[in-house]
């Protein structure tokens, strides 16, 4: 009878974007593409280092094929609207780093890279799945947040404790023959703690203060926050010597704070302070120095030792404008450049410079708008959230990444001092890869909560999760939180 016929699944969201069988199939598309160009890629490889087809061509295009089709089969049984762009950006950052490390292993005489790598990559996609799979609702996340921010601060401070360094900076964590890199999941961790706690305490860090010279400067009880910030990235690089975990943590709490509160004082004050402890360590801690040195003088490395500044000991800054500068507009074509000459890092935060030597500047930028794409779409997914948490929590996620691209990108190039932060997606490490991957799910989920215009928390007591305030209040300030506002008055 057609008084009973069901509705058919909407072809567009309710706020025009494509429903979910119209961004799925447009997923499914753009994976094909990817799939490709990333074989595409590593095909160019094999013959500019060897002049034929490499060995293992099919069983990496089967890789490649089931790292696409694995989350995208996943998502559209647990995340049917999700927004169809990010996986595919993902993706294809994701291959493009395999084959740059299968192309740096023509280069180096260490052992190979990619084949490890692509392992880690299994990895990290298997853990987006289950995340995807698993994490029903991420407004359930809410209830951890002070045992979020724990075990951020512990993974955050472990690197301190162990003995030595590698390369000057205290990054991993040994536990037997396996190394990680906390850093990574703590960026993670900690945007979802900054989204819960200021979705609780935005009120009072928007509304009060005092006016001082034609700035509202938040009181002293209410600047606690990131005072405590503040001194635990200066820890961490002071006792870790790690520039970029330091700036990203630091950076995204600023941030988070500005979009909660929309006061520009909190931007004031945590730039004051991030120039005063940076000037603080920069002056005293030697590792630092050392890198500020080679900012300011990169090719001063080449001058006899007697008139070096002291502390400048790398010729990477130097080799990287080089590299730059040879590739010119077009790049030199994969496999044809030398990037064995930047050393130890050129499979970490200087895969950069591969890929301005060997694709140019044209490819360079393709790989930064990638990067500017994904976190548009998490900025999108934040503006669609009917949620506060939803929207502070994608923002967060977006601007960590964000905040990692810049700061290995600005080093790499020159704008800032070196971090060693390894580029997600296509430098080598597991810890970053697994990392970034769940940071991509989070954001699948909150997208697909966005699209799909579900506002309902997930349970009743949803609303006291927080030491019994509300986990959102309905007088909420925040230029971010489109929810607050459309909500009629009570």
Not at 174 to 187: A, I, M, R
Not at 244 to 263: D, P, Q
Request: net charge positive.
């Amino acid at each position: 009878m057609r008084g009973l016929t069901l509705p058919a699944r909407r072809a567009t969201g309710s706020d025009g974007t494509p429903g979910a069988p119209a961004a799925r199939r447009t997923e499914a598309l753009l994976l094909g593409l990817v799939v490709v160009v990333v074989l595409f890629g590593y095909l160019a490889v094999g013959m500019a280092t060897g002049g034929a087809v490499p060995d293992g061509t099919a069983g990496f295009a089967l890789a490649m094929c089931c790292l696409a089709a694995a989350p995208h089969l996943a998502l559209r049984r647990y995340a049917p609207d999700a927004d169809p762009l990010i996986l595919p950006v993902a993706t294809l950052l994701t291959g493009l780093g395999l084959v740059l490390l299968h192309r740096l292993d023509h280069a180096y005489r260490t052992p190979p890279a990619a084949g490890q790598q692509l392992l880690w990559t299994v990895i990290g996609v298997a853990a987006c799945i289950l995340t995807v799979a698993l994490l029903k609702d991420y407004r359930r996340l809410q209830r951890y947040l002070y045992v979020t921010m724990a075990a951020a601060l512990v993974l955050l401070i472990a690197p301190a404790l162990y003995p030595g360094d590698t390369y000057g900076a205290k990054r991993w964590v040994y536990l037997g023959p396996v190394s990680f890199q906390p850093g990574e999941f703590v960026k993670v961790m900690i945007a979802v703690f900054f989204a819960g706690y200021l979705v609780v305490h935005r009120d009072a860090l928007a509304l009060t203060g005092r006016r001082t010279l034609g700035v509202r400067l938040p009181p002293g009880r209410q600047l606690g926050p990131i005072v405590a910030i503040w001194i635990a990235s200066l820890l961490v690089l002071v006792l870790e010597r790690d520039l970029g975990t330091s700036l990203i943590f630091f950076g995204l709490f600023i941030v988070m704070l500005y979009v909660a509160t929309g006061r520009g004082s909190w931007v004031v004050c945590g730039a004051l302070m991030a120039v005063a402890g940076a000037a603080v360590v920069g002056s005293t801690e030697p590792h630092v120095k050392g890198r500020i040195e080679a900012w300011l003088h990169p090719f001063a490395i080449f001058l006899p030792p007697d008139r070096r500044p002291p502390g400048l000991i790398s010729d990477q800054a130097a080799q990287a404008l080089f590299s730059f500068g040879t590739g010119g507009m077009t790049g030199t074509g994969l496999g044809q450049g030398h990037p064995e000459l930047i050393g130890f890092a050129g499979r970490s935060d200087f895969i950069l410079t591969t890929v301005g030597e060997e694709l140019g500047l044209a490819g360079l930028m393709a790989v930064l708008l990638l990067y500017v794409l994904l976190a548009e779409r998490g900025l999108r997914a934040a503006l669609l959230s009917r949620d506060p948490f939803g929207t502070l929590l994608a923002l967060g996620l977006a601007v960590a990444l964000s905040l990692q691209v810049f700061v290995v990108a600005a080093g790499v190039t020159g704008l800032m001092p070196l971090t060693g932060k390894a580029l997600p997606f296509l430098a080598q490490g597991g810890s970053s890869m697994v990392a970034n991957w769940l940071l991509i799910a989070l954001l699948l989920k909150v997208s697909d909560h966005a699209r799909r215009g579900a506002g309902t928390p997930p349970d009743e007591d949803d609303e006291d999760d927080d030491g019994g305030e509300p986990a959102a209040g309905p007088g909420g300030t925040g230029a971010l939180l489109p929810a607050q506002r459309c909500r009629p008055p009570s």
